[in-house]
């Protein structure tokens, strides 16, 4: 297991500000490494990862995505836990990062990120070929 610091859970005040330390299995690091990799040449997007209300626990941590743009602004929070796949299809500026959770016979929640926003599908059917 790795381990990640994240930002606390914005609860007590004993804890304010100080950075949290959280097991978290390796596979789990990969997929928020490719977040943040597909977020940080992106002016419009930002990745915000927090300590989760499970204190203690490995894999502990509560994703939060931004866009902004102008006056708008959209955002998008899970649990690390929830995540099956993150693929960034693309690679450049223009490429998407779609992220699969919580995949059960072959149907997922997904959310597909692009450089104008983001869609979020609660019912998407896998397909392989």
Known sequence: ?????????????????????????????????TIEDWTAPRPNWEVVLHEGHEFGRPNNVEVELLFVAGEQTSSL???????????????????????????????????????NGLDVELFHILTFT
């Open 1 to 33: 297991m790795a381990t990640l610091e994240v930002l606390p859970r914005p609860t007590p005040g004993e804890r304010s500000g100080v950075p949290v330390e959280i097991e978290v299995d390796d596979h789990l690091v990969v997929f928020l490494a």
């Open 77 to 115: 929070r899970f649990r690390v836990l929830q995540l099956d796949a993150v693929d960034d299809l693309g690679g450049e500026l223009n490429g998407e990062l779609v992220l699969r959770f919580e995949e059960e016979d072959g149907i997922a929640k997904a959310a597909r990120l692009t450089a």
